[in-house]
C-alpha cells in the first residue's frame, strides 16, 4: 500500500480520515415493513427523552431517511440540546445516562463528520468517566457490572472510535475481562451475576457475546498498531494510543468465551419462548443482528438467525406499523428496525469506507530530509500538517519550485478531518483542473480530494481519471468513486494496464452514474457531464 508519491516530493499523509457524506437512498426503496415502522417512529419522535429520540434517530438513520427528514431533524436538535461548547450534560442520572449517552454516540457517529463537530469526544469522556473499576458499567448504586448497560457504553464507545475518537486500550482490555468473569460456565449471560437466581437469557448472551466480538475487533486494532508504531517518533496527540499499555485479555481466552456463547445461543434460539429470550424479544434481535455482522457469520448453529428473526418481525407488527413488549412501543420498534435494516453490517461497511479513503495517500517509501517535521499518528508516519486555507496547500501544490509538497497535502487531509467534505467542495473547480496537471502526485492529490467532496457533480471526472496514465491516479479515482457510491466491491478493471479494460470499467460507472445522476432545471439531462463521460458507446 505504501507508494512513492509525486516526483516533487515524498507525501507522507495521516490515515486518519473520515468516510464523506454520500447520497442516501429513498425510504421507497425499503421493504414494507421497515417502511411502515419508520411512519410509527416519525409519529412518537418529539415525545420522547433524550436516550430514547437518539435511538429513534440511528433506527431512521439506518432506515436511510434523508437528513433533512423533519422526525430525524427533531430528535438530532434534542441530542445537540446536552451539549455545550466543551461538554455534555445527560438528561437522565444514575445509570440511565450511560444508556443516554450510548444511543447518542451511536446516532451521533451516522451523520456527517461536519454535523457532529467534537461532540463524539466529548460523549466518549463521558462514558470512559464512568466505566467502573472492574470494567463494566452499571447503576451509580451498584457498582458489580450490569451486563445491559455495559453493552450499550461498548457499542457508543465503538462507534467513537470508529470515527477517530481515541479510546485507551485499557477501557477495551478491562471490559473484555469483566465479561468474561461473569459468562456462566454453560456459556450464558444474565443481568447481574451478583444477584442470585436471575434467569440466563438470549438477549443477555447476545450482549455478551457483541461486546467481546467489539472488544477483541478493537484490542486486535491495538495490537497491530503497537507493532507499527516507531518507538523514536513522536506521537501528534499526547493522549492518543500509546504503545506502553500491556493488554491482558489474550485472544484465545476471549475467542473461548465467543465460542461457549455462540453454541449457547445456538441451543436455546426460541422466539415462542419468552422467558429464555428475554425481557424483549427485539432487543435480543438486535443483538444477534450485531453478532451475526461482527461474527460475519449467516448461521448461529443450525439456525439462520436472518431468516428467523425477520418472520418473527414481520408477523409481530401491530396495524399501525410499531412493535410492542417490554420498554415501551418506541424503542421495540427501534430494535425491530435495526434488526431488519442490519445495523451493525451497514457499520461495518461504513468502517471499511473509512479505511478505503485512508489507504489511498499513505505515504512512500523514503523519509523526507528533514526528520524534525515527521511525527507518527495512529501508527503512521506523516509530516506535520501546514496551517493556513486550502487554498494556499493547492498554491503549494501547483508550484514546480516547491520540493516538498508533504506539508500542503498533510493540511488538506487535517482540514478535511475536521470539517468534513465542506473544506474541500469550495475548490472542485480547481480540483477539476488539477486532474489535468503533469505531476502525477497532483493529479492523485486532485482524485483525493474530488472524491471526498462526496458530491455527484464530480463522478465524470473521476470517471475519466480511471484512464490515467499513472495507475496510482485511477487507483485513487476508483476508490473516490466508491466512497460515493459506497459500494465497496464496486467496478474495477480486471487489468489495470489493459486500454479496454479501463474502457470497461468506466462504462459500467457511467451505467450507475446515469441511474443516479441529477437533472438539471429543465429536467433534460446534464449535456456537459456527458461529454466529460469515457466509455459510453457512439450514439
Not at 433 to 447: C, E, F, I, T, Y
Amino acid at each position: 500500500m505504501f507508494k512513492r508519491f509525486a516526483t516533487s516530493g515524498v507525501f507522507w499523509l495521516t490515515a486518519a480520515l473520515l468516510a464523506t457524506s454520500v447520497p442516501r437512498p429513498a425510504c421507497a426503496q425499503q421493504d414494507q415493513a421497515i417502511a411502515s415502522g419508520i411512519q410509527f417512529l416519525r409519529g412518537r419522535a418529539s415525545t420522547r427523552p433524550v436516550g430514547e429520540s437518539a435511538m429513534i434517530a440511528l433506527a431512521l438513520l439506518k432506515s436511510d431517511v434523508p437528513f433533512g427528514d423533519p422526525a430525524l431533524s427533531a430528535c438530532l436538535t434534542k441530542i445537540r440540546s446536552r451539549f455545550s461548547s466543551n461538554s455534555y450534560t445527560p438528561e437522565q442520572t444514575g445509570g440511565v445516562d450511560v444508556y443516554e449517552a450510548g444511543a447518542i454516540a451511536m446516532a451521533l457517529a451516522n451523520l456527517d463528520p461536519s454535523e457532529r463537530g467534537g461532540q463524539l469526544d466529548m460523549i466518549a469522556a463521558f462514558l470512559i468517566g464512568k466505566q467502573k473499576a472492574n470494567g463494566s458499567w452499571d447503576y451509580s448504586a451498584r457498582s458489580f457490572g450490569d451486563t445491559s448497560i455495559s453493552q450499550y457504553a461498548v457499542l457508543g464507545l465503538w462507534e467513537c472510535e470508529n470515527s477517530g475518537v481515541d479510546v485507551p486500550p485499557s477501557v477495551w482490555d478491562r471490559a473484555a475481562q469483566w465479561y468474561m468473569s461473569v459468562q456462566s460456565s454453560a456459556g450464558s449471560w444474565n443481568y447481574h451475576r451478583d444477584q442470585g437466581g436471575e434467569p440466563e437469557t438470549v438477549s443477555m448472551t447476545a450482549a455478551g457475546v457483541g461486546s467481546l466480538l467489539i472488544c477483541r475487533r478493537q484490542l486486535e486494532n491495538y495490537r497491530q498498531f503497537q507493532k507499527g508504531a516507531n518507538p523514536y517518533l513522536t506521537p501528534v496527540e499526547t493522549g492518543g494510543l500509546t504503545t506502553d499499555y500491556q493488554v491482558v485479555s489474550s485472544p484465545a481466552a476471549i475467542n473461548a468465551a465467543i465460542a461457549k456463547g455462540l453454541g449457547w445461543i445456538g441451543a436455546n434460539f426460541n422466539t415462542g419462548n419468552a422467558p429464555l429470550f428475554g425481557k424483549s424479544k427485539y432487543y435480543g434481535l438486535y443483538g444477534i443482528e450485531r453478532i451475526g455482522a461482527l461474527a460475519d457469520r449467516q448461521m448461529i448453529g443450525r439456525l439462520d438467525w436472518f431468516e428467523k428473526g425477520r418472520s418473527h418481525i414481520q408477523s409481530t407488527q401491530a396495524p399501525g406499523g410499531g412493535w410492542s413488549g417490554q420498554f415501551g412501543d418506541e424503542m421495540n420498534s427501534v430494535w425491530a428496525l435495526l434488526f431488519l435494516t442490519k445495523s451493525t453490517a451497514k457499520t461495518l461497511k461504513r468502517i471499511e469506507v473509512r479505511k478505503l479513503g485512508a489507504g489511498t495517500l499513505l505515504g512512500g517509501r523514503f523519509l523526507p530530509s528533514d526528520l524534525s517535521t515527521m511525527t507518527v499518528a495512529g501508527g503512521r508516519i506523516i509530516s506535520r500538517p501546514m496551517n493556513g486555507a486550502v487554498e494556499g496547500m493547492l498554491d503549494i501544490l501547483e508550484d514546480p519550485r516547491i520540493q516538498n509538497a508533504d506539508k500542503a497535502v498533510a493540511g488538506m487531509i487535517e482540514r478535511y478531518h475536521a470539517q468534513g467534505p465542506s473544506a474541500l467542495r469550495p475548490h472542485k473547480d480547481r480540483l477539476r483542473k488539477m486532474l489535468s496537471h503533469r505531476d502525477q502526485g497532483v493529479r492523485q492529490v486532485a482524485a483525493w480530494a474530488l472524491g471526498r467532496t462526496g458530491d455527484l457533480d464530480v463522478v465524470p471526472n473521476l470517471i475519466a481519471a480511471l484512464q490515467d496514465a499513472d495507475a496510482d491516479v485511477a487507483a485513487t479515482a476508483r476508490q473516490g468513486l466508491q466512497l460515493i457510491s459506497r459500494r465497496i466491491d464496486g467496478p474495477a478493471a480486471a487489468d489495470p494496464t489493459n486500454a479496454q479494460a479501463k474502457q470497461a470499467e468506466a462504462a459500467q460507472w457511467n451505467q450507475w452514474y446515469d441511474l443516479v445522476r441529477p437533472l438539471d432545471a429543465s429536467g433534460a439531462d446534464d449535456d456537459e457531464a456527458d461529454a466529460a463521460k469515457p466509455g459510453r458507446p457512439s450514439s
